[in-house]
């Protein structure tokens, strides 16, 4: 396995239900991402862990809570979702966080949520 | 805040045209640049970058950006698209003395017909 892989690539779930996102990267980087495409909206940053400690929480409602038990792993947990929350949720990693050029990110394939 | 603007959400153009997509930034110190393409169900790839010097840089696929600092501006330009073009392409930014958090645009559509 190469770069950034995502588990599940579609998944639809009902509005009382809890799942997880799956991240894994293999490309040795210190900083991992979640970001949320919606159709015809900008990229939203979600969340940023840095050496498994996140830095930062982008006004996210409690509803997804992230996990990063390592830097090579990154989770979004998901419950009691509404019907605008489906999207597509991209992973990313990074070499670190810096505003330097090791912060160019790689994207895993995404999620596709569908909640009903 | 840093923004983005894209100034066309859909692009449809001929093969061999010539494609130019506008991107804008708000931000008034030091900026890396990026442009990523995500083509139909293929994840999103980084198309090309720019972190310092020659304000003209080239990516893959024939693809290249000029910076142009009093403008505020990263525009992408391809001289002869394929079919092959077909994709979402999204310019993004990120302050060099913050983090590193990137801000992206909306995205521009490009649909290549043969």
Known sequence: ?116 | AQSVSQHNHHVILSEAASLELGCNYSYGGTVNLFWYVQYPGQHLQLLLKYFSGDPLVKGIKGFEAEFIKSKFSFNLRKPSVQWSDTAEYFCAVNARDSWGKLQFGAGTQVVVTP
Do not use: I
């Open chain 1, 1 to 116: 396995e190469t770069g950034v892989t995502q588990t599940p690539r579609h998944l639809v779930m009902g509005m009382t239900n809890k799942k997880s996102l799956k991240c894994e990267q293999h490309l040795g980087h210190n900083a991992m991402y979640w970001y949320k495409q919606s159709a015809k909206k900008p990229l939203e940053l979600m969340f940023v862990y840095s050496l498994e400690e996140r830095v930062e929480n982008n006004s996210v409602p409690s509803r997804f809570s992230p996990e990063c038990p390592n830097s090579s792993h990154l989770f979004l947990h998901l419950h009691t979702l509404q019907p605008e929350d489906s999207a597509l949720y991209l992973c990313a990693s990074s070499q670190d966080v810096s505003g330097g050029s090791y912060n160019e990110q790689f994207f895993g394939p995404g999620t596709r949520l569908t909640v009903l």
